[in-house]
């Protein structure tokens, strides 16, 4: 008995005229990320995308992957076999025996897209019933809230039978939005960033600021490994590790000390637009939320925003930490990001940092540090790639 995945395309049936773009993103995608599972045939058909193995490749490592995949709006196994209600009802029988036995209740959807089929949607629905429900008497028929929902999809070239639609992980295919920069820290807020604008269709870059010594190696590691969690979504990264100590410092040791954060907020801003030139992206990504800190104030938001032109685009602007949290565990970056390792963002932190600062005292207090600017030009030039793969 063949099984393959069925993917069906959610968000991208809406896409009129560029729906063929999408799509092929999807399909491409979809190779790259099961290539190194063995030989799997992926194709399109009717709204639906077919991974198809060759052999006795590992079928559930498949459905895992392509359940993280964006643009795939849900996903299911199925049995494949030829389009005669005798073969399919045996088929039913013995693919989902396991799920029928543990079963308590059960329904039968069928949808017939090749109209040549000689039974109708309804007719299929009530006589594959039947059958099972012969050859499962313990079961009951529930419509609305069944255990298992035996679906056969009757399509141009066979019939395919499976226990109902799994959600995929929605949103676009990554790349189809464009290309952003994202600034990656140790902490939760920033990959659920990643996962909610690749989710979008952006495809992403990386760019985290070091500070050795005040920040580590295991620091610099975790970030890494951050990123490596993250893939399964986001698909490959470049991961630019930026050596910011020396601005880092100039900044502490020249300007007034209660708005730090944010001039160091704008400094690593203008450092990530020239990272941006390198990649061809066109947006900086934040995890920044709401006044959840001093710098996240919409006030120190403006300032930040106004030192340099690029969109600054923020996910988990509106989202407590909780909801934030929520996210991180689903996508197990959470138990990483929580490790008790330094990030730049968190070190020279003032005891009272500014919440309402005036952009007029920032652009000032720049003034004052005339060497500022050549020591962000050289953290720029400096900046290690790291190529991150799934």
Do not use: W
């Amino acid at each position: 008995m063949k099984e393959i995945i069925l993917a069906y395309q959610g968000e991208m049936s809406l896409k009129g005229l560029n729906r063929a773009t999408f799509e092929s993103v999807l399909l491409k995608t979809m190779r790259r990320r099961l290539k190194s599972l063995g030989n799997f045939k992926i194709y399109k058909a009717q709204s639906t995308m077919y991974a198809e193995p060759a052999g006795d490749e590992d079928i559930d490592a498949a459905e895992e992957r392509i359940g993280k995949i964006f643009g795939i709006a849900a996903i299911s196994r199925a049995a494949v076999c030829p389009k005669d209600f005798a073969v399919i009802a045996d088929t039913a029988k013995e693919y989902l025996c396991g799920a029928l036995r543990a079963a308590k209740t059960f329904k039968v959807s069928a949808k017939r897209s090749d109209k040549t089929f000689p039974m109708d949607s309804m007719e299929i629905a009530r006589e594959l019933g039947g059958v099972l429900l012969s050859a499962y008497p313990h079961l009951k028929v529930d419509v609305h809230h069944p255990d298992v929902n035996v679906t056969v999809e009757i399509r141009d070239f066979a019939a395919y039978v499976h226990g109902g639609k799994k959600p995929g992980a929605g949103g676009l295919p990554v790349s189809t939005s464009g290309k952003a920069a994202l600034m990656l820290s140790g902490g939760i807020d920033s990959p659920v960033a990643a996962y909610m604008m690749a989710k979008r269709g952006l495809s992403l870059a990386c760019v985290h600021f070091a500070s050795p010594p005040y920040t580590s190696e295991r620091a610099r590691m975790k970030v890494l490994t951050l990123a490596k969690k993250l893939t399964p979504y986001t698909g490959n990264l470049n991961v630019y590790v930026v050596p910011y100590t020396a601005a880092q410092e100039h900044i502490r040791d020249n300007a007034p000390e209660d708005l730090f954060t944010v001039l160091m907020r704008r400094s690593m801003m203008r450092i990530t637009r020239v990272l941006c030139e390198k990649e061809s992206a066109d947006a900086i990504v934040t995890g920044e939320s709401l006044a959840q800190v001093a710098s996240q104030t919409l006030k120190a938001i403006a300032c930040t925003d106004a030192a340099q032109s690029l969109p600054v685009l923020r996910p988990c602007i509106g989202m407590d930490k909780t909801e934030i949290t929520d996210i991180a565990r689903k996508i197990d970056t959470y138990e990483t990001s929580i490790l008790p390792y330094e990030d730049c963002c968190t070190i020279f932190t003032p005891p009272h940092p500014k919440t309402k600062p005036h952009l007029d005292e920032i652009e000032a207090a720049e003034a004052g540090m005339p060497g500022l600017a050549e020591l962000e030009a050289q953290a720029a030039a400096q900046a290690e790639v790291v190529y991150v793969n799934l």
